[in-house]
């Protein structure tokens, strides 16, 4: 079974920058799209970044133009550089990946999340 591991959540200040990882472990075959998701307080999960394995990016409005979605498929890690950090950023953050496993179908696996804080 694919697990996935973020790190990389803190405190900064608006302005500032973080970056976030996702380590994958575990047996699979191949990573498709892999993808940041995260859920504020009283919120839904929403969607923010994400990656094919071929590096084509997609972003949401939100983030774009200060977030930038990357992946090292050879180290089978997901990363998230934050940048011009805003107080609504403050969410739990998610890695998500769409799995290939050696047999049987396709499914996706979340992480289990890492906080970040935007103070003002």
């Known amino acids: 079974q694919v697990q996935l591991m973020e790190s990389g959540g803190g405190l900064v200040q608006a302005g500032g920058s973080l970056r976030l990882s996702c380590a994958a472990s575990g047996g699979f075959l191949s990573l498709n799209v892999m993808g940041w998701y995260r859920q504020a307080p009283g919120k839904q999960r929403e969607f923010v970044a994400s990656i094919t394995s071929g590096g084509s990016t997609n972003y949401a409005d939100s983030v774009s133009g200060r977030f930038t979605v990357s992946r090292e498929n050879d180290k089978r890690a997901l990363y998230l550089q934050m940048n011009s950090l805003k107080p609504e950023d403050t969410a739990v953050y998610y890695c998500?990946?769409?799995?290939?496993?050696?047999?049987?179908?396709?499914?996706?696996?979340w992480g289990q999340g890492t906080q970040v804080t935007v103070s003002s």
């Open positions: 998500n990946a769409d799995v290939w496993p050696y047999s049987g179908s396709r499914y996706a696996v």
